[in-house]
């Protein structure tokens, strides 16, 4: 599914179930000695996933552990984003030369738990999100929020090091395009001397999943080649 949201550049694999064969690298090993069983499925099938996208762009495998902050350590001249959610694992990859950074996302199309969303939203994304409702309530659009609001950390962390809270992104979504837009709401990072105003994104609702997905180009790279999909509207989206 994450091939379809992210440009020809990225190389996207996922899972919906966890393999038995994975082997890991010693220092993913030790990476996982405090791990509980749920813990270990997620961290290892996450990583049979970077090794297909590893793959894909010609590298061999190599282990990729965790930061200070849980951030993936990706080997030189490489860039990218996992996530995991129940039934589903997936890894964006890209060469830095191509993209500056991404992020991306997966949430059960279902509500998140009570008191979350006054916690992960601004006053204008909850009047956003229930016009959305009102057009279509087959998707969980506080959910998608808060896919999105992660997917945005993913992409900034990496060119800042630094946290960024829920409420300072301001986060919409365009249904009819399968598209996201965030502005930032602090001082953006500077990428190749431009410095960010905010983050464009794409999103897709399917077979129960939310995923979403930002791509970065690197400096001097003006556009990426398409998604596979363009312009993917949701369903029941309305494309007037």
């Known amino acids: 599914m994450i091939e379809r949201i992210v440009p020809a550049s990225v190389a996207g ?135 999105a609001k992660e997917t945005v950390y993913k992409a900034w962390f990496p060119l800042t090091g630094l946290w960024l809270d829920f409420e300072e992104a301001e986060v919409e979504i365009d249904p009819a395009r399968g598209t996201f837009a965030a502005r930032l709401l602090v001082p953006g990072p500077a990428v190749g001397g431009a410095r960010l105003q905010g983050f464009s994104g794409r999103l897709l609702v399917e077979n129960g999943l939310i995923l979403t997905a930002i791509v970065v180009p690197a400096p001097g790279v003006a556009d990426l080649p398409a998604p596979g999909v363009a312009d993917l509207p949701l369903p029941g989206a309305k494309t007037a």
């Open 13 to 147: 694999a996922d899972l919906f179930e966890d393999p038995s064969d994975v082997e890991l690298f010693p220092e993913e090993e030790e990476a996982l000695a405090q791990a509980v069983d749920k813990r270990r499925r997620e961290f290892t099938s996450a990583r049979a996933c970077v090794r297909r996208a590893l793959d894909a762009l010609g590298l061999p495998p190599v282990p990729v552990v965790p930061g200070p902050r849980g951030e993936p350590g990706w080997p030189g001249g490489v860039v990218g984003s996992i996530t995991h959610c129940e039934g589903y694992r997936g890894a964006a990859l890209a060469r830095s030369s191509q993209v500056a950074a991404i992020g991306i996302d997966a949430e059960p199309n279902g509500p998140l738990p009570e008191g979350v969303l006054e916690v992960i939203s601004l006053p204008q994304e909850r009047v956003h999100l229930r016009e959305l409702s009102r057009r279509d309530a087959s998707i969980h659009w506080e959910r998608l929020l808060f896919c």
